[in-house]
């Protein structure tokens, strides 16, 4: 089992910045990739960024240039730095842990980001 503990989501106004955590617990060393999704109300869930056991990262159009995913190994942490927020950035932001050689994949609670105009 692994656990995974999001935090740092909060109000920002636009143009501002946010760094979300996802502090990861249990068998992590089973874990091959860890990805940041949000899902705003109404919209599918979609991935913003992934990072893999090897370092390589990966980011949705809609975010590249202004977020970066990046890890912890001593803390267990993945980050996402998210600079120039902006209204189609709202939504609640989930940290997903995938297992090695199977189809598993974690969930962390999500943690809410809302953008003032």
């Known amino acids: 089992q692994v656990q995974l503990v999001e935090s740092g989501g909060g109000l920002v106004q636009a143009g501002g910045s946010l760094r979300l955590s996802c502090a990861a617990s249990?068998?992590?060393?089973?874990?091959?990739?860890m990805g940041w999704y949000r899902q705003a109300p109404g919209k599918q869930r979609e991935l913003v960024a992934l990072i893999t056991s090897s370092g390589n990262t990966n980011y949705a159009y809609s975010v590249k240039g202004r977020c970066t995913i990046s890890r912890d190994n001593a803390k267990n942490t993945v980050y996402l730095q998210m600079n120039g927020l902006n209204p189609a950035d709202p939504a609640v932001y989930s940290c997903?842990?995938?297992?090695?050689?199977?189809?598993?994949?974690?969930w962390g609670q999500g943690t809410q980001v809302t953008v003032s105009s």
């Open positions: 249990g068998s992590i060393s089973r874990i091959n990739a």
């Open positions: 997903n842990a995938r297992v090695a050689w199977t189809l598993i994949i974690y």
